[in-house]
């Protein structure tokens, strides 16, 4: 990553650490939160549930008395007769009245109806009213009775003295022996009372009871009864759920298809956990500034060693005085001071040995430049010699005082020790003429190299010891000698053959007279051609079957001096 090449090592693992405690404690914060959120949720709708099965409880056990309220007051001896029209008016109001002692009587009774086919007339100060039962038959509510005898019938509108009121209804069939309908009797619950009766029971959250309409038949939160209520169809199908930033539990009353719903505010139950939450965030704010002053600490020890061992990097010179490097660490830091002081060590041995040698070389170029006089002094000289070989008609003379200097400015060449293969062939060629014409043409020569080496580099020189090598001990005494020198090329590698037809190996060891180019002269080059290509050359010399002695040298091809090791 760039970003760790750009910045400093001690502001990047400050960060980092930093950064790292912050996300760090700030995901323990949120796990807190969500965590203890999640458990107040689940224990409050857990105690909800209880407290909405105990008014269920009760809610129901009204209910069923209410119903059996019903069926007793159906079963009245007096109320058949008035039915059957079997009564004076004054039964009829005396029934009107004993009714009404039971509205009073039961808390939860509104009114009653009674609808049948002659109905008495109604008193408007009695909480017993009569109606026609064909009109009852035409009620939105009739069908609800098709196939039960008792029903619940949901919120309805009663005409009382003060106007119209809203009721919860329960209706009964009362039939004749023959099975046929002969009236309805309604009783009209109090919704206010049915209010009181979710009261009953302390609880913070707004409960709903809603019939199987979803329309609220009662609430806590003075909702309008009979107004439609939007129940969720996910909480049909668990016992509570979190609906937008509210709390909903429900219950279900099953013998009516009511619904007992608790709702809470969201905000309410997370008070708590986000009051703890802000504790806990100003206890981490002060907790980041310790552990940050700590991070920096910690920083600046571990980071300390690396801007020393920098310091000490950017001030070293060669001729500086000893550097000051810390010798009290024994870990990886130690081990860096270590590793760093055996490398100026190292370096200053190798400066002190590059001084040597530049001294030494410095050296050799003054004798070089010294020497320079006499090579001068000699070709003035060669030329002089030529001149008069030239004007006395000596013509072969002339050749090789001509070729004597021509070998003696190749094989000097300003000094350099590298040369063409070209050069090199060049000037053994100029060596062979110059031998040729001293041997008084006793033997000739051939030379072939292929173009696609010929500016491949070669020592100076390399050619030279082996072929004079052959003139004196190999050709020595013939009359017909032949000197056969060919250069090729094979998998990047040179390979260089110097044959002669002469007498063999042997001859070497008959004198006893040595001859520094033939013994030294090829150890030399042997010597020199292990140095310039770091013992990768090969020097074979063997007699040759046919006669002779043929050496075999095989060398790196190479076309760039600095490939060579000086």
Known sequence: MKLFKKYSFKLILFVSLTVFFIVMLST??????????????????????????????NIEEKLRSLET????????????????????YYQAYSLSIDFSNSVYSNGALHSIEIYMNDPPTNNIQ???????????????????????????????????????????SHARVINNARGDMQAIIVLNLDPLIVENWLRSYPNESTLYLINENDHVLASTNHVVIGENY???SAIKEQPYLIEGDELVVKTDLLPYEWKLIGVTPYHELTESSKQVAKDLLLFSALLTLVVIIIISVLTNQLTKPIAKLTDLMNHYHLDSTVQDIPKDYHNEFGQLFSGYRNLITRNEHLHNSLIKQYKQHKHAELRALQANINPHFLYNTLDQLNWRAIEQGDDEMSMMIELLGDMLRTGLSNGESI???????????????????????????????????????????????????AIIHGLQDLKDGLITISISEKNEMVLI????????????????????????GI???KERLNHYYNNKAKVNLFNRAEGGVEVQLVIPKVTNKDEFSF
């Open 497 to 520: 053959s110097i044959k002669d037809n002469g007498v063999g190996a042997d001859s070497f060891t008959k004198s006893n007279k040595v001859i520094k180019t033939g013994g030294y």
């Open 523 to 525: 150890k030399n080059v």
């Open 419 to 469: 040369m063409t293969i070209e050069e090199e062939v060049d000037y053994v060629e100029k060596y062979l003429k110059l031998q040729v014409i001293r041997k008084q043409n006793h033997f000739h020569y051939q030379i072939s190299c292929q173009d696609s080496i010929s500016q491949a580099l070669i020592p100076k020189l390399t050619l030279q010891p082996f072929v004079e090598n």
């Open 126 to 168: 009695n909480p017993v009213r009569y109606g026609h039962l064909d009109h009852a038959k035409q009620s939105d509510w009739i069908h609800l009775l098709d196939k039960q005898i008792s029903a619940w019938l949901g919120i309805r509108t009663v005409e009382m003295i003060a106007g119209e009121e809203r009721v919860i």
């Open 28 to 57: 323990i914060i949120l796990m807190n939160y969500r965590v203890s959120v999640n458990e107040i949720v689940h224990l409050t709708a857990s105690q909800q549930q209880t407290n909405l099965d105990l008014i269920k409880q």
């Open 69 to 88: 309220n019903a069926v007793v007051l159906s079963r009245q001896r007096s109320l058949n007769e008035v039915i059957n029209n079997r009564t004076s």
């Open 230 to 232: 939007a129940v969720s």
